[in-house]
């Protein structure tokens, strides 16, 4: 599997990593080059489909410093079962929203007792000569991050906390802001929520993660004691190296 993600966060590791929407996987082999911690390819948004995603996981790999997470289309254990099954070290569900969900998440990504999940020998598990090594691990080895990003989630928030089998919280500041009805997912207003249901998290003893949006954002989250922190896509990187090359030649 790609990389033993969850066994850092649980040896008290923060960690840094990034979102991957470009379906090419050359852009995931540079960034799995960069000192990246983690990169974590997005199957939630955009046209990406589980055949780009293994792609993606397996060039993430041959950039050699950073495991492979896959963002799900939903929570959906056709959809888990697959992702996990092109030998991601975890994977981050979005828009969980109570117990019940977080219950079905992990039923989904677990195999018996804690879960569901299907035998499937594919590529995490060498196309079958690694199967029972991997049915082994899987359950001790991949991480299970749930996001926590609409008012529902964050109002039924114990629920979600009292699920066992869930490493982490992963809060998405942007959606969280829109069920807000709030525009600045960086405003005061979310900045309190969020901390309040990071604090909360850590009270239950769970791992949390975020959303930055940028290396300020990252570093003041780090500094408040986040675990795991994605920072940006390959695409906001290519936007931003591309304009700010290009300014400089354009002033007047
Ligand atoms: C959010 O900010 O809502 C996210 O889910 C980040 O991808």
Redo the contacts with the bound molecule.
């Keep these: 599997m790609s990389g033993d993600v969850r066994a850092r966060l649980e040896a008290g590791e923060q960690l840094v990593g990034t979102?991957a929407g470009l379906r090419d996987p050359a852009a995931c082999e540079v960034l799995g080059a960069l000192g990246f911690d983690a990169v974590c390819i997005d199957g939630e948004h955009g046209a990406m489909g589980i055949e780009t995603i293994e792609r993606l996981v397996a060039a993430t790999e041959r950039g050699g410093s950073a495991s492979a997470l896959v963002r799900v289309a939903g929570n959906d254990p056709v959809a888990i079962a697959t992702a996990l099954d092109t030998g991601a070290a975890g994977i981050v569900v979005p828009r969980v929203e109570s117990g019940a969900e977080a219950a079905a998440a992990v039923d989904a990504a677990r195999y018996p007792p804690l879960g569901r999940r299907g035998i499937g020998p594919s590529r995490a598990a060498r196309y079958g000569a690694g199967v029972l090594d991997y049915r082994q691990r899987a359950n001790d080895e991949l991480l299970l991050a749930i996001?926590v990003?609409t008012w529902a989630a964050v109002q039924r928030l114990d629920d979600l906390l009292a699920v066992e089998g869930v490493d982490l919280l992963f809060v998405?500041?942007?959606?969280?802001a829109s069920s807000m009805g709030l525009n600045d997912?960086a405003g005061p207003e979310m900045r309190e929520t969020i901390a309040g249901v990071l604090e909360r998290a850590r009270a239950a003893a769970r791992r949390t993660g975020i959303?930055a949006f940028g290396p300020d954002d990252a570093a003041d989250w780090l500094e408040a004691g986040v675990n795991l922190v994605l920072m940006g896509s390959d695409l906001t990187w290519l936007g931003r190296g591309a304009r700010d090359a290009l300014a400089p030649l354009r002033r007047p």
Excluded: A, K, S
Aim: hydrophobic share 30%.
């Design positions: 979102f996001q990003e998405g500041p942007t959606d969280l997912p959303f």
